[in-house]
């Protein structure tokens, strides 16, 4: 967008342009809302960045219900169970038959951020690209402010309401006052080396497995493309991983007595990534609203930090639309309280997920013995492969 046309007042500035950002400014264009996007990052870096890849049901249907969901319709992998592997046997949870249907739905979170980015342009409301100092003012006046550069030139916007998307690692957590925050954190102390691989999935459905040397986890992106990870340690260099000992590692702790393991090929992208749980409460600070990753994160064993994002902006344009509408602030109020019951949840069911499929260093033998114990009693028990279903396919977004 040409620097001209940058406003000076919207109603809703939202600071972040990764999958929360995207899509509530998608939501709140469709509900007649104006906003302002402003994204640190280039629009390159924001669609490349190789991140979640499996969504709940409650996300798909969201997608779909806001017309974003052409290219998902066609590209996105449809999986009704997932593979639980252990003691070098794979077993299936069938989650489709244990939820009345429900289902995940595997599809890129950087195809994700491409539909909502394409939707947005095709709008032309703003969303600014390499905006590299956002700042928040002003929070509790009635009358807040963003400033930043773009372009080169100094920018102040004024707005009723700023939506913090800005991730973990953000600016607008970080500017409400510490005695008015309250924050839970657990680091782990392990991390997932994650490959992507020009090579077909040879499984039809995830497969997360235990294995003496550690977890591991078969993904998939496409019929030629695969992702996998591996447990590794929180602060590993991923240049110490050569392609083949990556293989090696994967065909250990992933090959099953039926002879099933992942097919090679050539890795196109690797990394590490952290563990970490943490929740900041309330999820509000006067006109600032955050949503997504900037107001909690979980390990990533659950699949759920995407799913959780987008249930935080749903919810959250659903209260702006209330407000403009009728002038009730009430599920503004209620926004941060309804959605930390979600977030919690999650935050059990990602702990757990992680607990049960990964060594930790300072576990020994008996530890492991009662995690293949846990493994054999979820796969050999209706109730219990229930209670896995209906977390991992997730609970409808309201
Ligand atoms: P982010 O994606 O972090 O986006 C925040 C954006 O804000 C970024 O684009 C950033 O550049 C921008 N920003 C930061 N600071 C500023 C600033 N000061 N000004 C302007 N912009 C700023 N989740 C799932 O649901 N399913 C999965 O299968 C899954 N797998 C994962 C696997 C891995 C390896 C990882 C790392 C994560 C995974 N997740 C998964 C989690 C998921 O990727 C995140 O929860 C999700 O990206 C959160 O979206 P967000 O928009 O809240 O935050
Ligand atoms: C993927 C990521 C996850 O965190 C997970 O639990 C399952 C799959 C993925 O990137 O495909």
């Known amino acids: 967008m040409s620097a001209s046309s940058v406003p000076t007042r919207t109603q809703i500035a939202i600071v972040g342009g990764g999958p929360a950002g995207l899509m509530l400014g998608h939501l709140l264009s469709q509900r007649g809302i104006q906003s302002v996007i402003l994204e640190r990052r280039a629009a390159d870096h924001v669609i490349e960045r190789v991140r979640a890849g499996v969504l709940e049901q409650g996300t798909v249907d969201l997608l779909a219900s806001a017309g974003v969901d052409e290219r998902l319709r066609a590209l996105g992998m449809r999986?009704?169970?997932?593979?639980?592997?252990f003691s070098s046997v794979r077993h299936r949870i069938d989650m489709?038959?244990?939820?009345?249907?429900?289902?995940?739905?595997?599809?890129?979170?950087?195809?994700?951020?491409?539909?909502?980015?394409?939707?947005?342009?095709r709008t032309a409301?703003?969303?600014l690209f390499e905006v590299p100092d956002a700042a928040i003012h002003d929070l509790d006046t009635g009358h807040p402010r963003v400033t930043f550069t773009d372009d080169g030139r100094a920018r102040d916007l004024s707005c009723d309401f700023v939506a913090g998307c800005d991730g973990f690692h953000g600016i607008?957590?970080?500017?409400?006052?510490?005695?008015?925050?309250?924050?839970?954190?657990?680091?782990?102390?392990?991390?997932?080396?994650?490959?992507?691989?020009?090579?077909?999935?040879?499984?039809?459905?995830?497969?997360?497995?235990?294995?003496?040397?550690?977890?591991?986890?078969?993904?998939?992106?496409?019929?030629?493309?695969?992702?996998?990870?591996?447990?590794?340690?929180?602060?590993e260099d991923a240049d110490t991983w050569s392609d083949e000992r990556i293989?090696?590692?994967?065909?250990?702790?992933?090959?099953?007595?039926?002879?099933?393991?992942?097919?090679?090929?050539?890795?196109?992208?690797?990394?590490?990534?952290?563990?970490?749980s943490f929740v900041a409460e309330p999820m509000r600070y006067g006109a600032l609203f955050l949503a997504g990753d900037a107001a909690h994160i979980v390990p990533p064993t659950g699949a759920k930090g995407l799913n959780l994002a987008m249930a935080d902006v749903s919810r959250l344009a659903d209260a702006f639309d209330d407000y403009y509408r009728g002038g009730q602030s009430r599920s503004l109020e209620s926004y941060s309280d309804r959605g930390l019951r979600r977030v919690w949840r999650a935050q059990r069911f990602s702990w757990w997920m992680t607990s049960m499929l990964h060594r930790a260093p300072e576990q020994g033998e008996f530890d492991y013995r009662r995690q293949l114990a846990e493994l054999d009693y979820l796969v050999g028990s209706t109730a219990a492969m229930t209670s896995l279903a209906e977390n991992y396919v997730g609970t409808p977004i309201a």
């Open 247 to 276: 293989w090696n590692e994967l065909d250990a702790r992933l090959t099953t007595e039926d002879g099933w393991h992942p097919a090679r090929g050539p890795i196109v992208q690797k990394g590490v990534t952290g563990m970490r």
């Open 172 to 235: 607008c957590r970080a500017s409400i006052p510490a005695d008015r925050l309250r924050t839970y954190e657990r680091t782990y102390p392990f991390g997932w080396l994650g490959i992507l691989a020009n090579a077909a999935p040879t499984s039809d459905e995830l497969v997360y497995s235990l294995h003496p040397q550690g977890f591991a986890l078969f993904s998939m992106r496409s019929a030629s493309v695969t992702r996998l990870y591996l447990q590794c340690a929180p602060d």
């Open 96 to 121: 489709a038959a244990l939820t009345g249907g429900r289902a995940i739905t595997i599809y890129g979170q950087n195809e994700v951020v491409r539909d909502l980015i394409q939707a947005r342009q």
């Open 79 to 85: 999986h009704d169970g997932i593979y639980v592997a």
């Open 125 to 127: 409301e703003p969303l």
